[in-house]
């Protein structure tokens, strides 16, 4: 597959998207719309989500197709296809943890205040960005991350009914620190009124072990009495929904399932737990959960009645699966997202609310800067002004999340953010050509930094080694150029992006070849100028270019 960028392709689809899209914008203009972000943990790129990514071409992992369950996701195609696709969209960092906080904050990574303080402690630069450095917490001195500056603290602020459930991933805890009632109010203290089913960070290993990745050792919080549980995270949102719609209050929604993150594997909580064991203990009752368990009786003012019991729920999940152990989780997510819809749909809400759904980062070179890495899908649902079926093929990023759907609710952020809105540019055909054709965005995991600019995509190396750089040690397994500095050109020297598993384009750094055309090559800033042209081979200065644009904030 690939991916147009030819100019007169791009003016006809965005003139298209434009007269599907404005004759809905003055009905929604005067209407504040409830928005959900969701974002499934560790959820493969399908092959059916094009363009996918140029997938690594490592020989253990050569089939790297993602075909959809042979049951197929229907819910989570109905985002898809009933809305607007974003063709070009990436994680701003690629670990469960920095992808958040760049959702959370359409800030940077390498912003935030536990990374700057801890670069000063250490005497870093850049700063670190991993997830044990990377929180959503106030320090004094660097920022009120926490406290202020993100996009729950202003929908509350706009008088926006709050809500997180699922995975944190946010908030450092220790054995000392966590119990569940102190983990609740910590996360409620960033802007949310509402916290359900909260899950931390990872669980550990079935085996007992720790996940290397989760950022803390807590042992009391990963105890072994539960794991994965769809229905509890969603029986929890469901039940938010259902008290702000009744109450014609306008509502956020952060929905984070912990699924089919590997750690605590989706197979071992479907058969060795129920759905009433939880991350705050045991509940008394299975939940009734319209479109999973149950549905709502019309004549008992839509009271869930059970239709089936939890267990007999879950085996319809493995008889959807064929076997298949990794279609469990998809096919457990998709139900979720099912419930959500049905219940803003039985609340008279699902046209007048935003439901954008993306990864939380690349699977298949997941923590390195490679597109495998970084290349996320990214689907937006909002009836009342998105029609079905459209596509916006501009680069965009997790930093740009926060700040349009601020956007799209009336609200001015009141603190300094790194993104964009796209808002405009669904409606503007000048903007749209802009953000395809001109738009540098910016990548950063530990201290390694990237750019992609058009079809040229730069690499920046803190050092060859696994130790200080994932994307070094990742781009060795799966024979992916690892020079400390690298250039990319997405399109092999085309217009198109390619995807073709075996045309990898991150294989070849062609910045140590002698004869070049840059002339189409986008200038993001001065700094990447000087570091691109006239001649490459050193291209060093693109990490300046990305380190200039998230100074520490005064």
Not at 131 to 156: H, M
Request: aromatic share 8%; proline share 6%; charged share 20%.
């Amino acid at each position: 597959s690939s991916q147009k960028l030819a100019h007169q392709d791009v003016l006809v689809a965005t003139i298209l998207l434009s007269c599907l899209l404005c004759s809905s914008l003055a009905a929604a203009a005067s209407n504040r719309p409830n928005i959900i972000i969701m974002q499934p943990d560790d959820l493969p790129f399908f092959d059916e989500w094009l363009p996918p990514p140029n997938t690594p071409n490592e020989p253990a992992r050569q089939s790297t197709v993602n075909p959809l369950p042979a049951a197929g996701l229907p819910n989570i195609e109905r985002l898809r296809s009933n809305g607007l696709q974003l063709t070009n969209a990436y994680a701003a960092a690629s670990m469960c943890g920095t992808s958040r906080y760049t959702t959370m904050t359409s800030r940077y990574a390498s912003r935030s205040a536990t990374s700057r303080a801890a670069a000063d402690r250490i005497n870093r630069n850049p700063a670190d960005v991993t997830i044990p450095r990377t929180k959503l917490e106030d320090v004094a001195g660097y920022g009120n991350d926490c406290s202020r500056d993100n996009i729950a603290q202003e929908f509350q602020s706009a008088g926006y009914r709050t809500m997180m459930a699922g995975k944190w991933h946010l908030s450092s805890f220790t054995d000392v620190t966590y119990t569940y009632e102190n983990a609740v109010n910590t996360v409620r203290g960033c802007g949310f009124d509402t916290v359900g089913c909260l899950y931390v960070e990872n669980l550990d290993r079935p085996d007992g072990g720790a996940d290397v990745n989760a950022g803390n050792d807590i042992g009391v919080y990963s105890d072994g009495l539960f794991s994965h549980n769809m229905e509890c995270v969603t029986d929890d949102a469901i039940q938010f929904i259902d008290e702000a719609a009744g109450n014609d209050e306008p509502f956020f929604l952060y929905f984070n399932p912990t699924v089919p993150h590997g750690a605590n594997g989706v197979d071992f909580a479907l058969t060795e737990y129920t759905c009433r064991d939880t991350p705050d203990g045991v509940r008394q009752e299975e939940p009734c959960i319209p479109g999973m368990t149950g549905e709502r009786d019309v004549f008992s003012n839509g009271e869930c009645v059970q239709t089936m019991s939890c267990q007999e729920y879950r085996d319809t999940i493995y008889e959807r699966s064929s076997n298949v152990e990794d279609d469990l989780g998809p096919i457990w997510l998709d139900d979720a997202i099912g419930a959500l819809l049905q219940a803003l749909e039985d609340n008279g809400v699902l046209d007048s609310t935003i439901f954008l759904f993306q990864e939380d980062h690349g699977q298949e070179s997941k923590g390195t800067l490679y597109e495998g890495g970084v290349r996320i899908p990214q689907f937006i649902h909002y009836p009342d002004m998105i029609s079905a079926g459209s596509t916006f093929d501009g680069p965009v990023s997790t930093i740009d999340v926060g700040v349009t759907v601020l956007d799209f609710a009336g609200i001015v952020p009141t603190y300094t953010t790194d993104g964009r809105s796209w808002k405009s540019a669904l409606m503007d055909t000048a903007l749209a050509l802009d953000w395809e054709l001109n738009r540098c965005i910016f990548f950063e995991q530990e201290q390694d930094r990237a750019a992609r600019c058009g079809c040229y995509k730069s690499l920046s190396l803190v050092a060859p080694n696994r130790r200080q750089s994932t994307t070094w040690g990742r781009g060795s397994q799966q024979s992916l150029a690892n020079d400390i500095d690298s250039l990319f050109d997405l399109c092999g020297g085309g217009q198109n992006y390619i995807t073709d598993p075996d045309d990898n384009q991150e294989t070849v750094n062609i910045s140590s070849v002698n004869q070049i055309q840059l002339k189409n090559f986008p200038i993001c800033c001065n700094a990447m100028q000087i570091g691109l042209l006239p001649k490459l081979p050193s291209i060093s200065p693109s990490a300046p270019c990305h380190l200039r644009r998230s100074p520490p904030l005064s």
